[in-house]
């Protein structure tokens, strides 16, 4: 390496550290909190509807594929209507981490994918987002069975 | 036109700037600029079927506008020069294809816009090339589905990053004597300091935007104090802060004259973090602010550099560090 590279080298460097150094900071505080905040509040409500399947009939197994399935169906009409998007932008992972979180990514990419039409369009896209959680979910519940089993076997 | 410098040209007659058409869009009329362009739209579709088609809809309207400003028609014009930011030009060429003026495609992202006037400048200075008319566009929604996110996905901003405008700006140039005229060119370096995070490209770009203004000064052998206004294209808030320190290091003193078109299209507009981006962005602050201010007599001379960031999500996510480009004319008033 001759000296005029070893110079550009280090002339980026600089660059970098100063391009760091004055990049404008996310506001941690304030993120952590609202997040804290709105996160908590989907998931009190998905508490409330839990409680009141169980007061209709439902037993804390069995109400776990309806509670599911109103939440999602929340997610994608508040993406439905633009307001996802606005709570997202305020709320960070407090919105995207609940299941109504899911329902606004494979909803949104629905959406923009639904131009291009059904089946090359919204069929092939709208995993795009959500891709990426079905995988490594059923990768990591695979894997966490087979520990389980392994446990199981060994215990007995 | 003669080589002055590396990459710099000086023409050997001004050619001079005809007339500007802006179209933007709703969030682009709320800054300081509002007021300044010609075509304010109500939605971001404005009827159209699709975001893309919307865009190539504004993109034909700035040409229209600024070929009715001239007082000329698409008959009279030889060539179109331009482009915008979504894959394979399709705002440009789609649009081209209705306008029926002999195309030439540009790709430099933010840049394309300086690059198209300097180049057609060369062109008409040639002598081969009678008039001729340089157009941008871009649209937030269409640069968000490409290069990030679907638009209604919840997802929280970098405040680094800047938001792409919505519009389109077209400039007719000829061969002439009076006007705001063109009279040095200075074709960018693609300039890469190693930077990775898609989300703060006006960083990425603000040495490009350097090296191109370093060379335009040597190559035309002027200093700042040649010009009333030094105007990058769309380095945002920090790209612009870390321009001036830049050339600071080198020397130049540029103070209040160094501005942004990205900073000023959305100056006091909320949710845009560092500022406006998109090939449109330099296209209509130039279009709608600069030039009538050049044509007025309010701007002598100014040096104006559009600033580009040639990444492609897929460059992004294969680890790739982010390129930048700046191309920059000198633009004398009336």
């Known amino acids: ?156 | 036109m003669s080589r002055v410098g590396e990459g710099t040209y000086k023409l050997a007659r001004p050619v001079v700037l005809m007339g500007a058409g802006t179209v933007v869009g709703p969030k682009e009329s709320l800054g300081p600029l509002g007021k300044s362009f010609d075509r304010v739209k109500a939605t971001d579709l404005e009827g159209a079927a699709t975001w893309e088609k919307a865009e190539c809809a504004f993109l034909a309207e700035a040409v229209e506008t600024a070929l009715r400003k001239a007082a000329l028609d698409t008959a009279d014009l030889d060539v179109l020069v331009g482009g915008d930011l979504l894959n394979q030009l399709i705002s440009f060429n789609f649009a081209a294809r209705n306008l029926g003026i002999p195309a030439i495609g540009l790709s430099s992202a933010c840049a394309t816009y300086a690059e198209g006037i300097g180049l057609l400048a060369i062109l008409i200075d040639g002598g081969k090339v009678g008039k001729g008319a340089v157009v941008t566009s871009s649209h937030h929604d269409t640069a968000e589905r490409q290069y990030r996110y679907p638009t209604e996905l919840g997802v929280q901003r970098s405040p680094a990053s800047q938001w792409t405008v919505t519009g389109a700006g077209a400039m007719v140039l000829s061969g002439g004597e009076a006007g705001v005229r063109i009279t040095d060119v200075t074709f960018g370096r693609v300039i890469d300091h190693g930077l990775k995070d898609p989300n703060n490209m006006g960083a990425a770009m603000a040495p490009a935007a350097v090296d191109t203004i370093r060379r335009h000064l040597r190559g035309t052998r002027t200093t700042l104090a040649d010009y009333d206004l030094v105007v990058t294209g769309d380095l945002g808030r920090h790209g612009l802060q870390l321009a001036g320190e830049l050339l600071e290091q080198d020397g130049y003193r540029p103070g209040a004259k160094l501005v942004d078109c990205g900073v000023r299209i959305f100056d006091g507009v909320p949710d845009v973090d560092c500022g406006g981006s998109g090939a449109a962005c330099s296209a209509v602050v130039f279009g709608g602010d600069l030039y009538p201010r050049l044509a007025t007599g309010k701007l002598q001379r100014i040096l104006f550099a559009g600033t580009g960031s040639l990444h492609s999500p897929l460059t992004f996510q294969q680890g790739e560090t982010i390129p930048g480009i700046a191309h920059a004319v000198t633009v004398e008033g009336a």
């Open chain 1, 1 to 156: 390496m001759d000296s005029q590279t070893r110079e550009t080298d280090e002339e980026h460097l600089n660059y970098r550290r100063r391009a760091r150094q004055t990049e404008p900071k996310r506001p941690l505080a304030r993120n952590l909190l609202v997040a804290f905040l709105v996160g908590g509040a989907i998931c009190a409500l998905g508490q409330g509807v839990f409680n009141f399947l169980l007061t209709v009939g439902y037993t804390p197994k069995t109400a776990a594929a309806p509670l599911s399935i109103i939440m999602v169906f929340l997610g994608s009409i508040f993406t439905g209507v633009g307001v996802y998007d606005r709570l997202g932008k305020l709320a960070g992972m407090g919105s995207a981490l609940p299941v109504t979180g899911f329902a606004n990514s494979i909803t949104s990419a629905a959406m923009e994918a639904r131009r291009e039409g059904f089946i090359l369009g919204l069929g092939a896209r709208l995993f795009t987002i959500a891709g990426p959680v079905i995988v490594f979910g059923a990768t990591t519940a695979f894997l966490v069975g087979i520990v389980f089993w392994a446990a199981g076997t060994l215990h007995r």
